[in-house]
């Protein structure tokens, strides 16, 4: 192997390969260069399969390409078919149901804290100066957007689901309406 690096063999040839001396001649392009596709599987859809209504149920969430909409089509079908024969759907089901049921620990959910004084306080107590916290099912889930706060049922099922108690802004208590 040469130790020049100017040679015409790369340090990564074989020893016993022949270096190539000579290229081939080719004629000058007289046409331009055929356009790049911009994406090579313009066509995209998302899906998500999710088990049951709670924040808590498993979900499943495939995303199908394809060059047409009808390739897409064509491919969701396929792929929603082999999720059913090979099981892969009851499977994430089983588990995410194994997972929870391996959790040995209590998820101990803290009240929401406020703003008192010019700090931010737990809120402490009974909860009965935070309003309806808790419903017929248990501790509510405390959730918040951009201008509102709320607390919902910790029912997996929606049609079991008491109503949320939203916060009201005057009073600061969790109300539930209905």
């Known amino acids: ?3 020049d690096p100017f040679a015409d063999v790369s340090p990564w040839d074989e020893p016993n390969e022949a270096p190539i001396t000579e290229t081939p001649k080719e004629s000058p392009v007289t046409t331009a260069p055929a356009a790049v596709s911009a994406a090579p599987n313009p066509f995209k859809i998302g899906l998500t ?3 049951a209504s709670g924040f808590d ?6 995303t199908v390409y394809g060059g047409s909409a009808d390739e897409v089509a064509q491919r969701t079908v396929d792929l929603i078919g082999a999720l059913k024969e090979h099981g892969v759907i009851e499977l ?6 194994y997972t929870r049921g391996q959790f040995k620990g209590a998820v101990a959910k803290a009240a929401p804290k406020k703003f008192e004084g010019g700090r931010v306080v737990a809120a402490g107590g009974d909860g009965a100066a935070e309003g309806d916290v808790t419903c017929v099912h248990g501790q509510r889930t405390h959730r918040t957007g951009a201008t509102w706060e709320a607390m919902f049922c910790p029912a997996r099922e929606k049609s079991e689901q008491c ?11 969790f109300v539930a309406k209905g």
């Not at 149920?57 to 495939?62: D, L, N, Q, V």
Request: charged share 30%; glycine share 4%.
């Open 1 to 3: 192997m040469s130790t």
């Open 163 to 173: 109503p949320p108690a939203w916060k009201d802004k005057k009073t600061g208590k």
């Open 49 to 51: 399969f999710k088990a």
């Open 92 to 97: 994430a089901s089983k588990a995410a149901e």
């Open 57 to 62: 149920a498993e979900w499943i969430t495939p």
